[in-house]
């Protein structure tokens, strides 16, 4: 079964800190990974977008990794601010051949940024 | 970039009443839109898919009955909760995806609206 599983499901820690958000997916093949950022009461917004092929990719503070060995991706936020409290939530997607052309959505994780 | 509008942003209504939520695509052709419902500290849960021009493809345990879906135009979709109760109190997301993947064109890629914030009384 496909699953994407993210963790933890909820972090808090102070502004100014690092942070990374993990991402365990079992969805093979798959097309692409995104991060998303879900502010309260927002639709989702895509922070990064990563093919099979690629390891990296940043958006300013957001740097994505991609490990398609272990199937695992990281986001990972620099010198966080207070607006980046949210839930970060990592979908992958099935190639546009799959029959099973849902994408799938982690659970989320919720960031809370504390001054 | 791709924009997706949803209106209205929030909406309160008395029980039994129906709702209709719009999604649209401003500057581009969704030939397929997904319906999405929230609830808090849950995850995106796919409602339903809807291709232009065809019925929707409903996911297992939502009732189509109740929950009618129209996509009669490549930048419209919209979604009516009928006779509503508190229990589909719940945030609405739409998505939209340009191109058909039926023909091998057009990308994957989903564009999603602000939602919807629907609180039935």
């Known amino acids: 079964k496909n699953q994407v599983e993210q963790s933890p499901q909820s972090l808090i820690i102070l502004e100014g800190k690092n942070c990374t958000l993990q991402?365990?997916?079992?969805?093979?093949?798959?097309?692409?990974l995104r991060w998303y950022k879900q502010d309260t009461g927002r639709g989702p917004v895509s922070l990064t977008i990563?093919?099979?092929?690629?390891n990296t990719k940043s958006n300013g503070r957001y740097t994505a990794t991609l490990d398609a060995d272990t199937k695992q991706s990281s986001l990972h936020i620099t010198a966080s601010q207070l607006s980046d409290s949210a839930s970060y939530i990592c979908?992958?997607?099935?190639?546009?051949?799959?029959?099973?052309?849902?994408?799938?959505f982690g659970s989320g994780t919720r960031l809370s940024i504390r001054p | 970039g791709a924009v997706v509008s949803q209106h209205p942003s929030w909406v309160i209504c008395k029980s039994g009443t129906s709702v209709k939520i719009e999604c649209r695509s401003l500057?581009?052709?969704?030939?397929?839109m997904f319906w999405y419902r929230q609830f808090p500290k849950q995850s995106l849960m796919l409602m339903a898919t809807?291709?232009?021009?065809?019925?929707?493809?409903?996911e297992q345990g939502v009732e189509k009955d109740k929950f009618l879906i129209n996509h009669a135009s490549l930048t419209l979709s919209t979604l009516t909760v009928t006779s509503a109760h508190p229990e589909d109190s719940s945030f609405y997301i739409c998505?939209?995806?340009?191109?058909?993947?039926?023909?091998?064109?057009?990308?994957?890629?989903?564009?999603f609206g602000p939602g919807t914030r629907l609180t039935v009384l």
């Open positions: 998505s939209a995806r340009a191109g058909r993947l039926s023909t091998g064109r057009g990308t994957d890629t989903q564009y």
């Open positions: 991402c365990n997916y079992t969805v093979s093949p798959f097309s692409n």
């Open positions: 990563m093919t099979f092929s690629e």
């Open positions: 979908v992958v997607s099935p190639p546009l051949y799959s029959s099973a052309s849902k994408i799938i």
């Open positions: 500057d581009f052709q969704a030939t397929t």
């Open positions: 809807s291709n232009e021009g065809s019925k929707a493809t409903y």
